[in-house]
Structures are given as structure tokens and as C-alpha cells.
């Protein structure tokens, strides 16, 4: 079993700035993906960013150049670092834990099998 503990949201305007981290407790697969999703009011949960046990990143386009995920392994600690924020990047966020996919980890939900409780980002023009 896998437990994940999100924290550092909060409020800020718009360009600012804030840093997201995930504390994951359990057994970890060596081939695993952590990603962060988010959720909108009245959206469906999206990828925001993920990454495998090698350090590979993927992003969904509307973050790219603004958001990096970086990961402490020895900490088994998960980090999204959130620049030039903007008012439609206001969503719950979620730290999750999946497998790879053939080597690979997707910005899909259905991939990932362990949830964090989720940590809000509220963004102001």
C-alpha cells in the first residue's frame, strides 16, 4: 500500500509562484511514475505532469515552461514547482503513483493506481 501526502498550496495572484510536494510512505515500484492531476470546478481530472524512476518529464502543453516535477528519491519525496501562475491553473491538485506503461508514464488518470487527498491552488487576477 502506497500513502501520499500532498502539501504547499495556497492562495497567490496571478505570476506568482508556489511549490507543490508529495510525501509517499509504502512500497514504491522501481519502475514506478509519480505525477501530479488536477481538477477544476466541473472538469475532469487532467495530467499536469509526471515523471519516472529515471528522471523522464512529461507536461501537458499549458504548463510547459512554467511548471517543473522533480523527485527526492532518497527522501521518496515529489515536487511541482509552479511559475507564472495563472488564473486558470486554480484547481485541486493530486500527487499520484502508478507503473510504467511499457516503459513509459502517461498523462492519464487510469494509469495511476494511488491517490493523495489532494492540496488547493487558488490563483487571482
Known amino acids: 500500500q502506497v500513502q501520499l501526502v500532498e502539501s504547499g498550496g495556497g492562495s497567490v495572484q496571478a505570476g506568482g509562484s508556489l511549490r507543490l510536494s508529495c510525501a509517499a510512505s509504502?512500497?514504491?515500484?522501481?519502475?514506478?511514475?509519480m505525477g501530479w492531476f488536477r481538477q477544476r470546478p466541473g472538469k475532469e481530472r487532467e495530467g499536469v505532469a509526471v515523471?519516472?524512476?529515471?528522471?523522464?518529464?512529461a507536461y501537458t502543453n499549458s504548463v510547459k515552461g512554467r511548471f517543473t516535477i522533480s523527485q527526492d528519491n532518497a527522501k521518496n519525496t515529489l515536487h511541482l514547482q509552479m511559475n507564472s501562475l495563472k488564473p486558470e491553473d486554480t484547481a485541486m491538485y493530486y500527487c499520484?503513483?502508478?507503473?510504467?506503461?511499457?516503459?513509459?508514464?502517461?498523462?492519464?488518470?487510469?494509469?495511476?493506481?494511488?491517490w493523495g487527498q489532494g492540496t488547493q491552488v487558488a490563483v487571482s487576477s
Open positions: 499520484a503513483s502508478g507503473r510504467s506503461l511499457g516503459g513509459y508514464c502517461y498523462l492519464v488518470a487510469g494509469t495511476f493506481n494511488y
Open positions: 509504502g512500497y514504491i515500484y522501481s519502475s514506478a511514475c
Open positions: 515523471i519516472d524512476s529515471d528522471g523522464s518529464t
